[in-house]
């Protein structure tokens, strides 16, 4: 149960078209499942709007299938696994519906919710070999809920690429700005918007790009205003942040 479902339990209270007793025993549920080597966190949509994510580094086939397949007993009607292997991915096939994108290693089990947030996120990316990042951040942002633009390979070693996008940008409510090598991608559109944005930093580049070091300390240094910068490769976690930002009610500043 999310934030919007336990809304309309307590309104179908209020309305007395739901008993309170109906509802308690919707809600009385153990705050997590213990499976021994995982506690799923099951109160997780109800106090943050979304439920928990199965991490899939790590995690053998079984435990992520597991996992997935308790998601789904309680009744979650969207399962997200990032950074999940082709193994486990064949593994989870054999027992659940899973829709899997090994270009982002990013696996679904149930359906895909209709774009409800306020705008647009904008996901640009540097260079293609930074889009397995950025595909993750725009898989999660797509499924939160939002409707996403992708401007790839838009980087700074060809500015024309990214002034042809300008109404993009600037019709953006959130934008991911993803790059590696000097992450420079990231300064050039904070001056050019006027909405917050999300740098992640890649591990793309040469030696003394540092496994992606060097993009993280440009973008922490950036002159630009509102951006804000996540951890590398962190394609999830951007696209978590914009869905939030792109679901906060209220009119632009």
């Known amino acids: 149960m999310d934030k919007k479902e ?20 919707q809600i009385k549920t153990e705050p997590y499942k213990e499976m021994g080597f995982a506690k799923l966190d099951t109160h997780r949509g109800i106090r943050q ?17 597991r996992i997935a397949a308790e998601m789904v007993r309680e009744r979650e009607k969207t399962v997200l696994i990032t950074r999940m ?23 679904r089990i149930g359906e895909m919710p209709e774009p409800d947030g306020i705008g647009k996120i904008v996901v640009a990316t540097g260079g293609t070999s930074d889009m397995p990042v950025a595909e993750e951040a725009a898989q999660t ?24 996008h300008v109404d993009d940008i600037m019709s953006a409510r959130v934008i991911i700005a993803i790059a590696g090598m000097e992450g420079a991608l990231a300064s050039v559109i ?49 696209g978590y942040l914009a869905s939030m930002i792109n679901h906060m009610e209220g009119s632009r500043t």
């Open 190 to 238: 904070g001056g050019m918007a006027d909405c917050p944005v999300i740098a992640v930093p890649t591990s793309i580049g040469y030696g003394a790009n540092f496994g992606g070091l060097s993009a993280l300390l440009s973008m922490l240094n950036s002159c630009a205003s509102g951006v804000s910068v996540v951890n590398i490769d962190n394609g999830f976690g951007a």
């Open 85 to 107: 292997s082709q193994e486990a991915a064949d593994y989870v096939s054999k027992e659940l519906d899973l829709y899997y994108d090994s270009f982002s290693k990013i696996g």
């Open 49 to 65: 709007g979304a439920a928990e994510v199965i991490y899939g580094a790590g995690k053998t086939p079984e435990q992520i299938c």
């Open 141 to 164: 942002a797509e499924i939160y809920g939002n409707e996403v633009v992708r401007l790839y390979d838009v980087g700074v070693a060809g500015m024309h690429r990214l002034m042809s």
């Open 6 to 25: 336990l809304k309309q339990l307590l309104e179908q209270v209020a309305d007395g078209t739901t008993k309170p007793e109906e509802a308690m025993l």
